[in-house]
């Protein structure tokens, strides 16, 4: 069974500074997905990794993959206010019944 | 049209209402999802329709019932409710499912409050 863990699960970040924020998962998985969810919205797609390696960044957020350690980091450059949301990582894999699998996520607050 | 739409935006219903959710999507995705979150939980997974056909029941209470007319339209039909129930219900889509490996397009959601 794919388990997925985030650490740490809520983190008050001071604007301007830098953060890292990480995920985990228990077995094999073909793809490694961020989301960002505002409070009583929707799940809001970030980034899909695929393989080893994937780097992908979208203004002051860059996530990367390495499969070999099943870890996955979310890098924040110079906080804002507006990156204030919860975080989500999930996981899946092609195979019978595999289904999505989602870490606990982790709430970010931009402070001033 | 990258676009998962859901109806309605919020509804209250009381325990003995029959009401029914409703989700479209027009992207030719043949896997459609229900999925129940609770506030500061992850998305929990209800339903798997794949080509029409229900293909993962994660033992969701018979109190909840999906129904895909048709490969675009999936539906949640509730009824005699309770107030644990309350919760944002995502619907979401993917190309396919065979077990997975598609990503998924999430709707708004419906919030869902039972009295």
């Known amino acids: 069974e794919l388990k997925v863990e985030q650490n740490p699960l809520f983190l008050s970040m001071q604007e301007g500074k830098n953060y890292t924020i990480y995920c985990n998962y228990s077995t094999t998985s073909d793809r490694l997905y961020w989301y960002r969810q505002d409070p009583g919205k929707s799940l809001e797609s970030l980034f899909v990794?695929?393989?080893?390696?994937a780097v992908k960044q979208e203004g002051r957020l860059m996530a990367s993959l390495d499969t070999k350690a099943r870890l996955s980091t979310l890098h924040i450059t110079a906080a804002v206010h507006d990156l204030s949301a919860t975080y989500f990582c999930?996981?899946?894999?092609?195979?019978?019944?595999?289904?999505?699998?989602f870490g606990k996520g982790i709430t970010l607050s931009v402070r001033p | 049209d990258t676009e998962v739409t859901q109806t309605p935006k919020h509804l209250v219903m009381g325990m003995t209402n029959k009401k029914s959710l409703k989700c479209e999507q027009h992207m030719g995705h043949r896997a459609m999802y229900w999925y129940k979150q609770k506030a500061k939980k992850p998305p929990e997974l209800m339903f798997v329709?794949?080509?029409?056909?229900?293909?993962i029941n994660e033992s969701v209470p018979s109190r909840f019932s999906p129904e895909c007319p048709n490969s675009s339209l999936l539906n949640l039909h509730l009824h005699a409710l309770q107030p644990e129930d309350s919760a944002l219900y995502l619907c979401?889509?993917?190309?396919?499912?065979?077990?997975?490996?598609?990503?998924?397009?999430f709707g708004p959601g419906t919030r869902l409050t039972v009295t």
């Open positions: 329709y794949s080509y029409e056909k229900l293909s």
């Open positions: 979401a889509s993917s190309q396919d499912y065979a077990g997975a490996g598609y990503e998924q397009y």
């Open positions: 990794l695929l393989s080893n390696g």
């Open positions: 999930a996981a899946d894999f092609t195979g019978a019944n595999s289904k999505l699998t």
